[in-house]
């Protein structure tokens, strides 16, 4: 029963290859067959996505600093209070 066992993972394990340039260049095999399938977006959709991220950037940091303009006014109105 080991020896069926042990005969049937080394059939089931995938071939390696020998050597650092067969990795290579199956590697880049591989890559090229991967980036094939890969559905890439319009130039109109990569448009109006970067348009959405730089607004929410700008939204982010207008936010940001309003929010920084009231603690900062706070604390000092706070300090201005307690050092009289």
Known sequence: MATAQAMSTELSEPKKPANWLDQ??????????????????SREQVISTTAVVIGAIFAFALYFWIVDQAVYHAVKKLFDTLTK
Do not use: F
């Open 24 to 41: 290579s260049r199956e590697y880049i095999q591989d890559l090229q067959k991967e980036m094939r399938m890969v559905s890439w977006p």
